[in-house]
């Protein structure tokens, strides 16, 4: 099992990033799937989820309104589309994946990716 990120980067406040995970190893469409993020010595927090059924999203408070996720069962691929970006959105996003219960829990998920920066500056 393989998930893959990118589309990180640098932005100034105000600013869009598209992020992208790209999943292999197992079947996309019965999975769901997560972006997280995590500033170093803090602990890794939900940014979204979709379920299944693409129209079962959950979003974190902080982020609602300005991310959406969205997925292409076709492609194997998620995405994190996020707006009006500030400097509290900097942190590594990662990718993740489980058939299990679709929780916004950190340790609901089994499968993760390696993580792509984003950085947000004034």
């Known amino acids: 099992v393989q998930l893959a990120e990118s589309g990180g980067g640098s932005v100034h406040t105000g600013g869009s990033l598209k992020l992208s995970c790209v999943v292999s190893?197992?079947?996309?469409?019965?999975?769901?799937l997560g972006w997280f993020r995590q500033v170093p010595g803090m602990e890794r927090e939900l940014g979204a989820i979709a379920g299944i059924d693409s129209d079962s999203t959950t979003y974190a408070d902080s982020v609602k309104g300005r991310f959406t996720i969205s997925k292409d069962d076709l492609r194997n691929t998620l995405f994190l589309e996020m707006n009006d970006l500030t400097p509290a959105d900097s942190a590594m996003y990662y990718c993740?994946?489980?058939?299990?219960?679709?929780?916004?829990?950190?340790?609901?998920?089994?499968?993760w990716g390696q993580g792509t920066q984003v950085t947000v500056s004034s």
């Open positions: 993740a994946a489980t058939n299990g219960v679709c929780s916004s829990a950190v340790n609901a998920f089994d499968y």
């Open positions: 190893g197992l079947p996309f469409a019965d999975y769901c």
